[in-house]
């Protein structure tokens, strides 16, 4: 028998598995930790890779689009059962170029969507009573353009009407996003094929 089989094993140290089981515990808890800290002390903060290409309503508000009155056709309750999603636009009674850009900019976006489009209606709504001749322009850029008039309890609206803006409201009724001036039709696009995606998917 060889001395080396007559020597007694020494016990392995105790330390190497506990390191390994802290540097593990470690490794899943610092991202809770770093999540904390940035909720806490950086909450505006978003990451370089945010997905939305609009500005993300924080927290989402009801829209009220209830009480909003039509100029004609169902009332957005009725809608919303064939077409969940909304993009508006909000103006005073005549629509300038900025805003008929911004009709024309929500026409190609739900175009574009191909078969998903009947899923989003479009609505132009006005603070006031529509001048006729925009409401013919409105209506010739987007034959299927619904028009009403905000009353005065839906000031969640018409509170930052930014001239060229689009809206859009969640099939619950609540503002999430908000599209500034000259937004693309491209930007919105992404949006809504994510979003419509999604809901699919739930």
Same mark, same amino acid.
């Given at each position: 028998?060889?001395?080396?089989?007559?020597? =007694?094993?020494?016990?392995?140290?105790?330390?190497?598995?506990?390191? *390994?089981?802290?540097?593990?515990?470690?490794?899943?808890?610092?991202?809770?930790?770093? *999540?904390?800290?940035?909720?806490?002390?950086?909450?505006? +903060?978003?990451?370089?890779?945010?997905?939305?290409?609009?500005?993300?309503?924080?927290? *989402?508000?009801?829209?009220?689009?209830?009480?909003? %009155?039509?100029?004609?056709?169902?009332? +957005?309750?009725?809608?919303?059962?064939?077409? =969940? +999603?909304?993009?508006?636009?909000?103006?005073?009674?005549?629509?300038? %170029?900025?805003?008929?850009?911004?009709?024309?900019?929500?026409?190609?976006?739900?175009?574009?969507?191909?078969?998903?489009?009947?899923?989003?209606?479009? +609505?132009?709504?006005?603070?006031?009573?529509?001048?006729?001749?925009?409401?013919? $322009?409105?209506?010739?850029?987007? =034959?299927?353009?619904? $028009?009403?008039?905000?009353?005065?309890?839906?000031?969640?609206?018409?509170?930052?009407?930014?001239?060229?803006?689009? %809206?859009?409201?969640?099939?619950?009724?609540?503002?999430?996003?908000?599209?500034?001036?000259? *937004?693309?039709?491209?930007?919105?696009?992404?949006?809504?094929?994510?979003?419509?995606?999604?809901?699919? %998917?739930?």
């Amino acid at each position: 028998m060889s001395a080396e089989l007559l020597e =007694p094993r020494r016990p392995t140290s105790g330390w190497l598995p506990r390191f *390994a089981l802290i540097g593990l515990f470690c490794l899943f808890l610092l991202p809770i930790i770093g *999540a904390y800290v940035l909720n806490v002390f950086a909450p505006d +903060w978003l990451p370089f890779g945010r997905v939305n290409h609009g500005e993300l309503v924080q927290p *989402a508000v009801p829209a009220g689009l209830e009480r909003i %009155q039509v100029l004609d056709g169902p009332a +957005w309750t009725e809608t919303v059962e064939l077409a =969940p +999603w909304t993009l508006l636009h909000v103006t005073g009674p005549v629509c300038i %170029q900025v805003c008929r850009d911004a009709l024309v900019n929500m026409r190609q976006a739900r175009l574009a969507l191909g078969k998903d489009a009947d899923r989003v209606s479009r +609505w132009w709504l006005v603070t006031g009573i529509p001048e006729a001749r925009s409401v013919a $322009i409105a209506r010739n850029i987007d =034959p299927g353009l619904r $028009i009403g008039r905000i009353a005065g309890d839906a000031s969640v609206l018409s509170a930052h009407p930014a001239p060229g803006m689009v %809206q859009l409201v969640d099939p619950a009724g609540y503002l999430i996003l908000r599209y500034r001036d000259a *937004a693309a039709a491209s930007d919105i696009l992404k949006d809504l094929k994510r979003l419509l995606k999604i809901s699919i %998917q739930g």
